[in-house]
């Protein structure tokens, strides 16, 4: 799962290269660039299909032959995409049973990408047919380094609600509950007269008077991210049949929450992640930590592929803030830190048709004689002077539970407070460590946590049996745990845990919460510790808990806002409110520092981050940021260098350091 290709040695230079939009004299200027810009890999094809298969059956290689011959011999490796991801007119309109249907029946039209229902016999086969012929061709070509799968899978179309849809989410269906008895308990129909007698009636959650059933909207969102999943095997055996020893990647998408990745994790030979910085996002920052930790606990700690990223702006943002000097190389730095060992951007050359024309390049339209071009070219030479840090890892002690069934249920409607967003809560607390320094990442609730001191749990509204126990056991065998509000309610299939709130762990924290007291919006609660809490809280009554802090006023004055019990060999902390700003990170280091976690730096200033990267013997890298809105910077230094103490890598100084 680690990205890890023989065919590139040092990191991993380049992006997406469109070389279809171009004339071939182009190419040759191209290569050229690549090469003065130390650009090792190159990912080609994307968006193809129409240009490699022109007719059905009709295909047509010949460009690509010359193009791949020509980057392999200018010493450009090749991330061969299947060109899958947007199948050609003449597809679509030939089976226009094939395109997506939305919850209101209307549906999706080709003229634009990813217009396929992940349910179509159609478009499967005829995607199997064009991957079995690029990789029956190119499985032995000097240039080819990684495949490249389809491209973001759901990233536009993540469901279909069509016909087809149906019948294939019924067969998930079965296969899940095996009988409809199965089922109607599952999905809880004996609420407003659900019950299904006959698999027919089965329907995805279509647009419904109200609100549809939570749980079957909960297996509508796991049979998607499955069925788009055997999409991706289908291609993936081929390629591990035809093109053996070739790692194969997806490349998924941070900030896209409709894809179970930690399934498609599994079936990866390379984690790939495409991450860009939304420009007027308050914490630009913290999300790209929070998605390039996603993607390093996603590969299991190893190194990661960033397989897309833009060097200035984009543009699908409502204002695309183009990059000020500097930020090309600290964002791209950014993800290094936290364990990508590839810096890969959409894309090569600027389009200069098309949606994506206004979206920035390594070869701007402006051409060499450009700001982002000189960065580019500093930034592959600084790349090749770091070289030694490929393949170290970042090594984490606290984790953050996510789960995506979990979310899905939770993001529905109907729940008690609209101001209570799991992921923004995820994100705070993610946000609030990484203000601290101190590493985190993010965890399946059924994996091994044995590896970790102190295991969040921010926002895990569903949890599996498995899940609960585990984090149970994480405790008892000396872990500190720190469970938030609203986590642990309800079971896999989205029913409540009766006896008292949080079902899942009443025994394990101490506490039986009674009901749920959510906040109007904006309100604030007083803390007896002087802090505040929002959006949230609880009646708890502990049964068998240290009570640390309480409610000062509100309705809840005297009840518990932080409670602590000690389980086994470890510690179990219950927050029933959240926390904001000082009053979050003070808690959360307080906590990972009484579990013996070292943050990278004692007391790191406002607006400062800091991560590790070490080798199995010892070699160690700090990466320190500083967050300014005019003039980020970002220093890499080798650890414990016995001539200079904390020297910059790479070859001299500013190269590691801006
Ligand atoms: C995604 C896609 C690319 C491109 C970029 C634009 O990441 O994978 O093809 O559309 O967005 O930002």
Redesign the pocket.
Known sequence: MAFDIPAVPGFAFGG?YSAEQWPEPVWVEDVGLMKTAGVNLATVG??SWALLETAPGRYEFDWLDRLLDLLAGHGVAVDLATAT?SPPPWFSHAHPESLPVGPTGTTIWYGS?QAYCPSSPAYRTAAARLVEQLATRYAGHPALAMWHVN??YG?HISRCWCDISAAAFRDWLRNRYGDLAGLNAAWGTSFWSQRYTDWEQIIPPRDTPSYPNPTQQLDFHRFSSDELLACFRVERDLLHRLSPGVPVTT?F?GGLWDLDYWAWAREVDVVSM?H?LIAEHPQPYADLAFVADLARSLAGGRPWALM?H?TSA???QPRNLAKPPGRLRRDSLAHVARGADSVLY??WRASKAGA?KW?SGMVPHAGTDSKVWQEVVALGAELGALAEVVGSEVVADVAILLDWSSLWAQRQPSQPSVDLDPLAVIKGWHAALTEATITCDLAHPESDLRRYRLVLAPALYLVSDAGAANLTGFVAGGGTALVGPYSGVVDDNDHVRLGGYPGAWRDLLGVRVQEHFPLPAGARVALTDGGAGSVWTELAVPTDAEVLTGYADGPLAGSPALTRRAHGAGTAYYLTTLLAGAHLRDLLTRLARDAGVTPVLPDPPEGVTAVQRRHPDGRGYTFIATDGPTAPTLTVRRDGDPAAGTAPVGAAPPVASA
């Open positions: 997406d994307v968006f991801a990408r491209n973001e990233c490349n998408l495409d860009y897309e833009a984009v543009n699908w959409f894309q994506e979206h």
